[in-house]
């Protein structure tokens, strides 16, 4: 089969394509976004109840 370097899938994302790294490059994206998302949602929750907290017990 002749082989001219171009994915043989119709979708062109890196998720589905025929090369390794390609692949392996597009999970550890998801996998960094996906952190940060978590991440800032976890901050932000914490970030509520220290300024909760403050209200409460009278921190300016």
Do not use: E, N, P
Not at 5 to 32: N, Q
């Amino acid at each position: 089969m002749f082989d001219d370097g171009t994915d043989t899938y119709s979708y062109k994302g890196w998720l589905t394509s025929d090369h390794f790294l390609k692949r392996a490059f597009a999970v550890f994206g998801y996998y960094i976004v996906a952190a940060l998302l978590f991440w800032f949602c976890l901050f932000a929750i914490f970030m509520l109840f220290a300024i909760m907290a403050g209200i409460v017990f009278g921190a300016y």
